[in-house]
């Protein structure tokens, strides 16, 4: 018997409502079989408690090269690392 599983949708593009809410695109799915599309929808304040549940989640670890600009490590002109 195949798992459920809910993954992010392909576009993976969150947005923003009118009501300052964010929303993410989900997938639900059965073994390879597609079921449904559904939106998660976040409080600006249940985001905010995600982002830092993530950072904290991934800290420590290097992010992939395909990971989002806001992983990879910012380098200032100028300045020594070290």
């Given at each position: 018997m195949a798992d459920w599983q809910i993954n992010?949708?392909?576009?993976?593009?969150?947005?923003?409502?009118?009501?300052?809410?964010?929303?993410l695109p989900l997938q639900i799915s059965r073994g390879d079989?597609?079921?449904?599309?559904?939106?998660?929808?976040?409080?600006?304040?249940?985001?905010e408690h995600l982002h830092a549940a993530l950072c904290?989640?991934?800290?420590?670890?290097s992010p992939p090269t395909v990971a989002p600009e806001c992983r990879k490590p910012i380098r200032y002109p100028g300045r020594r690392s070290g």
């Amino acid at each position: 018997m195949a798992d459920w599983q809910i993954n992010h949708a392909p576009e993976w593009k969150v947005r923003r409502l009118d009501d300052g809410s964010l929303t993410l695109p989900l997938q639900i799915s059965r073994g390879d079989q597609l079921l449904g599309a559904s939106e998660l929808r976040l409080s600006p304040t249940a985001a905010e408690h995600l982002h830092a549940a993530l950072c904290y989640a991934l800290d420590g670890q290097s992010p992939p090269t395909v990971a989002p600009e806001c992983r990879k490590p910012i380098r200032y002109p100028g300045r020594r690392s070290g």
